[in-house]
């Protein structure tokens, strides 16, 4: 008999710069202008799964900006932390990530406002391999359609995930 334990793993607030640059389709929305220093999104959780395959199921995607306008995101998701060749608002280009640990990606389009910020969700049936006792899971986020951000907007990264 076999079961599967699913368990949330979200990734603590990433704040993107203080201004309100429009994006381009396929931009990085990163907490940092400078390429060196953005840091990608963490999932601390993902380590429960270590030396087993785990499954994505779905993908939440949250900002505290409550609008809709163009809000649609690509999650793109890693076993290895990626480094990009630019910073917030320039193209998405990951340097090391592809090669290293590439998961795939899920598009998600926001399409939930609510008091406090936009909401939106996306199945996925993305397979993982944590082979380190201390494993995390890492996302970078690209935009995908002409999104105006508000000034320090957060955006929080939700993965549903399933042990296989």
């Known amino acids: 008999m076999s079961y599967l334990l699913r368990v949330l793993a979200a990734a603590a607030a990433m704040a993107r710069p203080a201004n309100t640059t429009q994006y ?63 910073g917030d608002n320039a193209a998405f280009a990951p340097t090391n990530g592809i090669a290293k640990g590439y998961i795939g990606s899920v598009d998600v389009t926001l399409d939930k406002a609510l008091g406090d910020g936009a909401f939106g969700r996306a199945s996925a049936a993305l397979l993982f391999d944590l082979d380190k006792p201390n494993a995390k899971l890492y996302a970078l986020i690209e935009a995908r359609d002409t999104y105006t951000p508000a000034s320090a907007e957060t955006f929080l990264v939700t993965l549903e995930l399933e042990r296989s």
Do not use: C, Q, Y
């Not at 809709?68 to 060749?85: Q, Y």
């Open 24 to 86: 381009a389709v396929g931009d990085l929305v990163a907490n940092n202008a400078t390429a060196g220093s953005v840091a990608p999104i963490e999932f601390d959780k993902a380590a429960r799964f270590p030396g087993a395959e785990g499954k994505i199921t779905g993908v939440r995607l949250s900002k505290s900006n409550v609008s809709l306008t163009a809000a649609a995101f690509r999650v793109h998701l890693f076993t290895a932390a990626p480094s990009v060749g630019g």
